[in-house]
């Protein structure tokens, strides 16, 4: 039995590494958000984005079709000026949205809370 070269021990030793950082980072973020203090903002709703995620493999997409998996995103511009933030949204809260509507955005950190559109 030949022991592997030592090429693959040090790649797969580096997707370790690559994996353990990025799921760290993920958890610090989520932390930072919870301890975020919630703000509020008077906004404009400036675009919306859905596009489809693609998480599946070129065989299983044969064998399966894609789902309807999809990503919500929407941008808003405060009404005084400043710049533009964008957020994920679940399709709920995206579908409520219209580019245009003003009203109150709330968040924490990078985390969107709602969107109350004046009335």
Do not use: C, W
């Not at 090429?7 to 932390?31: C, D, P, T, Y």
């Not at 990503?71 to 994920?88: D, I, L, V």
């Not at 924490?108 to 559109?117: A, D, E, L, M, P």
């Amino acid at each position: 039995m030949s022991k592997p070269p030592l090429f693959f021990i040090v790649i797969i030793g580096l997707i370790i590494v690559s994996a353990s950082f990025r799921f760290m980072q993920q958890r610090r973020e989520k932390a930072d958000n919870d301890m975020a203090p919630l703000q509020q903002k008077l906004v404009v709703v400036s675009n919306k984005r859905e596009k489809p995620i693609n998480d599946r493999r070129s065989r299983q997409q044969e064998v399966t079709p894609a789902g309807t998996s999809m990503r919500y995103e929407a941008s808003f511009k405060p009404q005084s000026g400043g710049m533009e933030q964008t957020f994920r949204l679940d399709a709920q809260q995206y579908h409520a949205l219209t580019v245009g509507d003003k009203g109150t955005l709330s968040y924490k950190g990078t985390r969107f809370v709602s969107f109350v559109g004046e009335q």
